[in-house]
Structures are given as C-alpha cells and as structure tokens.
C-alpha cells in the first residue's frame, strides 16, 4: 500500500484554535485591513431565504449588504467594549 501524502495547506486546521480564532480580531484593529470582513454561515428555511432575497432585491442593495445591516443594528457596537 501506498502512504497517504501530507496536504496540508490552505484547509488545514490550526495547531492552536485560540490563535486561529483571535486572528480576526488582530486583521481588525490593523487599518490597513478595513475591508476585512469575517464569514458566517447560517441556516435558513427556503422560504425565509427567498424574502430575504426579494427584500434586498427591493432595496437594491446585496443580501450581503441587507444582512449586514440587520446585525449591525440588532447589535450595536458598545462605547468601552473591546470588539
């Protein structure tokens, strides 16, 4: 039997998952990654995805952008929180 290669790389998991997970936070107080944005993954029924489409639609804007927007509301950035 032939040995299985080591790949690892681009979706290798971290040795230390603290680091990985404050790395975020690290891109974020840095000003020349302003235009980082971290990914979130949710599930969603089709039926609600589809308002949620037709809504941005609507407001001409992304559902990216309308969801961003929502969160940025529902949870406002606190003076003296350290985000």
């Not at 690892?8 to 680091?19: H, I, L, S, V």
């Not at 107080?29 to 995805?49: C, E, H, Y």
């Amino acid at each position: 039997m032939s040995e299985r290669p080591n790949r690892r790389g681009f979706a290798a998991r971290p040795a230390n998952p603290e680091q990985w997970i404050k790395a975020a936070d690290v891109a974020l107080s840095d000003p020349r990654n302003a235009g980082f944005t971290a990914r979130l993954t949710i599930d969603v029924t089709p039926d609600l995805r589809a308002r949620i489409k037709i809504a941005a639609f609507k407001r001409g804007v992304t559902v990216a952008e309308a969801l961003r927007e929502l969160l940025a509301r529902e949870f406002p950035t606190i003076e003296g929180d350290p985000s």
